[in-house]
């Protein structure tokens, strides 16, 4: 760092202060200290939905309905995941700078090719699934296609990127030596390269698999089926028994996808997601030959997804949908700038939503996270006596459905429900957006937790340091850069995702942009989606700009 | 053995920056020759061992190799050059999760199809050349095994074994038994200066006594200059003493 560190307010501090007074400014647009925000006539309902929980609707119909719904879920996030995978892997390999760097050896070449890949894939990926999905339902209507491309091309263009950066981080002596010894470079990156980093990109798309699942329930809403559009049809209609045993369905769904993922990271010695573009050795306790037998399971697995929905693939290039296009890109031309005044307390509004969101995602993904961990109850490292203790074991468990529950259920039916409650607003869209969130981030504090180094903290405990200060000196600091890392990662996610609660009417330019959307104003839609995208980018500047300032200190 | 040399360095200084890591470099080997590179850590070995394989370029002057100045190559023309260059790193750039016998076919690279490099990948292909290039250092039964399951011994092997599946003209290995015992050092030497005689063999070494033992021509790098380059038998303890002076 050029600037000599002062000693009392370190960058960390400093930009906890701005956080502070972000979070502080946008509880101030959203309403609060300056107009009642909850609605009273709200709870009656509200407890209605609640007592709903103990006494689901478990009649022969439903569930079959709910099968049907859980399957054809299951099915779009397998073909997403497939496609998204595919598309990354190829595109990963061409945005990555080795690959233009050392295999085509384009030096002077490369900062075109490289970064205009680069920059052509932020696009796909700035623009939510949401968004994807209601403009290919216009185009080809409704079909199963359409959830499986609006998962299929953000995804893609995601986990490309992540692809490359693995790429590139990835040790290359041993590429350079084989490229150094005559070989051809192409030959030796898939020699070389490609097995090296084999294991996380596969742990990462273990880990797309899991959003792929969150994903395909909420498009769901936009009428794709599958549960989503179950869950939304029961709560618009008020049936709260059949509403949550469609919950449970999704809870269970979410549940065994992730501990079957989790499991098979944790084997691959690829625990998080962060590690993966860190240089941690990893700890691998799984053959090659085993992971190669996954792979008829895998290809059985899309093959069997792709046959249950039936994606009627020749509406691709059909006429129709081309005329359609056509008719799109025509009259979404020239751009409608009219309504560009709008935008800007627009856009406030949605930053405002998405930092409100991710402050509430962190201090309960926070609060939640350390009884979730397995790591005191099975080391005992915090129960020294070694005296079994059913209290931590009932607080796990709780800890854990209530996370699972929180991302299970995608944020805007939490919005829906909070509406209940609170009046109309970015407050609800903040809450739910902040519910769904807080599930996801609580299980990833959760990870880092578990794979905390243990030998520090044995060392502090044996010099006799009571708990509280183990807690404070060996696994707070220990996790605490992780955890800042997380949540800046999840705000940027955040920012994106305030379409989908925008869907049901939470405010901000998610609710301008669907709105637009589906009244076919693409003149003005193309505005609105270009405010959108600048200011995507600019909350991804400001959370790099943090997580390298943070790591630097 | 021709006497037209191998290799040559015309007048070569490299500068990374503001640093100059090799001064005013003239030097030729002929083929068959076994030269050793002495010198204390940032004398400027292994930067002269990368500038000889075709990694690094001079800043100034010309590197040859076959009677072809290196860096005036087309890439093609430039590979199959370095095909006849064979380097042993001293960090052995291996790829860990692979098994051996790919770390030792990628010796093959040069000359298999991208294709065939492929297949080799899921079914071993040329399994008998590589067993023989393993048998020749001595672990053929690791043939299978997992290259980071290896000791770092046994690692520096298969390194050497690639090499010799690789059969360039030349070999060049960087402070190949730094990291080695007495006896595997003995050993590995044995098996650089043993496999052919009219292959040339470029090492650099911190072990004097083993450059002495095991080379015909010594060359004394300081400070990214040539301090001497004289046969082995005419290296006094004087131009040791000198050489690795504060």
């Keep these: 760092m050029s600037r000599p560190a002062s000693r009392f307010i370190s960058p960390s501090l400093q930009w906890g202060m701005i956080g502070l007074i972000a979070i502080a400014l946008s509880l101030w647009q959203a309403g609060l200290f300056r107009q009642t925000v909850v609605n009273f006539n709200g709870f009656p309902l509200l407890w209605r939905f609640v007592a709903a929980s103990v006494h689901p609707d478990l009649s022969y119909d439903l569930l079959a309905t709910t099968l049907q719904a859980s399957l054809v879920t299951l099915a779009y996030a397998v073909c997403g995941t497939f496609l998204s995978v595919t598309i990354g892997a190829i595109a990963g390999v061409f945005c990555s700078e080795v690959w233009w760097l050392e295999v085509l050896r384009a030096k002077r070449l490369r900062y075109f090719g490289f970064h205009s890949v680069r920059a052509i894939l932020a696009f796909p990926r700035a623009i939510h699934e949401l968004i994807w999905g209601l403009f290919f339902l216009n185009i080809w209507g409704l079909d199963p296609l359409v959830a499986v491309a609006a998962i299929a091309i953000p995804f893609g263009a995601i986990t490309a990127k992540v692809f490359s950066e693995i790429l590139d981080e990835t040790p290359r002596q041993p590429l350079l030596a084989l490229i150094n010894s005559g070989v051809a470079p192409i030959t030796a990156f898939f020699y070389t390269l490609l097995p090296q980093a084999f294991l996380n990109l596969l742990s990462y798309s273990f880990y797309r698999f899991e959003c792929s699942i969150r994903s395909a329930a909420v ?23 059949q509403l949550w045993t469609f919950f449970y369905a999704l809870l269970i769904l979410n549940g065994g996808v992730d501990i079957a993922s989790a499991t098979l990271r944790n084997q691959l010695g690829c625990a998080s997601r962060i590690d993966l573009n860190s240089h941690r050795p990893t700890k691998r306790n799984i053959s090659n030959s085993r992971i190669f037998s996954l792979f008829p399971i895998a290809i059985a697995g899309v093959a069997l997804s792709f046959w249950y929905i039936q994606p009627d693939l020749s509406k691709i290039g059909s006429p129709r949908s081309q005329q359609l296009l056509h008719q799109i890109v025509q009259t979404s031309l020239p751009p409608n700038f009219t309504g560009i005044a709008e935008l800007i307390p627009l856009s406030v509004e949605t930053v405002a939503m998405s930092v409100l969101a991710i402050a509430i995602a962190a201090s309960g993904g926070l609060l ?56 109309p607003g970015i407050l609800p869209g903040a809450i739910g957006l902040g519910l769904h969130n807080l599930g996801i981030l609580g299980r990833l504090f959760a990870e880092v937790i578990e794979n905390l180094e243990q030998p520090p903290l044995k060392a502090l405990s044996a010099g006799g340091t009571p708990n509280s200060l183990v807690f404070l000196y060996g696994v707070l600091p220990a996790t605490m850069p992780r955890f800042l890392a997380y949540t800046l990662y999840r705000w940027e996610v955040c920012m994106r995702e305030t379409v989908i609660v925008g869907l049901v009417g939470a405010g901000g330019l998610g609710r301008l942009l669907t709105e637009q959307l589906s009244s076919f104003d693409y003149q003005s839609l193309i505005v609105t989606l270009g405010a959108f995208l600048v200011l995507t980018f600019l909350v991804d500047w400001i959370s790099g700009r943090v997580r390298r300032s943070l790591r630097a200190s | 053995m021709s006497s037209d040399p191998i290799i040559s360095v015309d007048r070569v200084t490299l500068q990374f920056g503001q640093f100059t890591a090799l001064t005013d470099i003239s030097l030729h080997i002929v083929a068959g020759e076994r030269v050793a590179l002495v010198g204390s850590s940032g004398a400027g070995k292994s930067t002269l061992i990368r500038l000889l394989n075709g990694t690094l370029e001079p800043t100034r002057g010309e590197v040859q190799a076959f009677g072809q100045k290196l860096h005036q190559l087309k890439p093609k023309h430039h590979r199959q050059i370095q095909r006849q260059i064979g380097t042993i790193y001293q960090q052995l750039h291996l790829v860990d999760n692979l098994r051996v016998i790919h770390n030792v076919n990628a010796g093959h690279l040069g000359h298999w199809s991208f294709l065939k490099a492929l297949i080799s990948l899921i079914v071993p292909l040329d399994v008998a050349t590589a067993t023989q290039a393993l048998a020749q250092v001595g672990i053929p039964e690791k043939l299978y095994d997992r290259t980071d399951r290896l000791s770092g011994g046994q690692q520096q092997r298969v390194a050497i074994a690639r090499v010799l599946v690789q059969n360039p003209m030349v070999i060049l290995a960087d402070e190949p038994i730094s990291s080695l015992d007495r006896e595997l050092s003995r050993e590995v030497m044995e098996i650089l200066c043993n496999c052919q005689s009219s292959r040339t063999l470029i090492v650099s070494l911190h072990d004097v006594d083993v450059a002495l033992r095991y080379c015909d021509r010594m060359i004394g790098l300081r400070r990214g200059r040539i301090l001497f380059d004289a046969p082995s038998t005419a290296v006094s303890s004087e131009m040791i003493a000198d050489l690795y002076r504060l």
């Design chain 1, 368 to 423: 939640l996270a350390f009884p979730a961990a397995q790591i005191f109850l099975l080391s005992g490292l915090l129960n020294r006596r070694g005296n079994a203790n059913l209290f931590p074991l009932v607080l796990l468990v709780i800890a854990r459905i209530v996370l699972l529950l929180c991302r299970a259920i995608p944020a805007p039916i939490w919005a829906l429900v909070v509406l209940y409650v609170l009046f």
């Design chain 1, 219 to 241: 498009l769901g809403i936009i009428g794709a089926g599958g549960l989503g559009y179950e869950i939304l049809l029961s709560l618009q209609s008020l049936r709260y028994e």
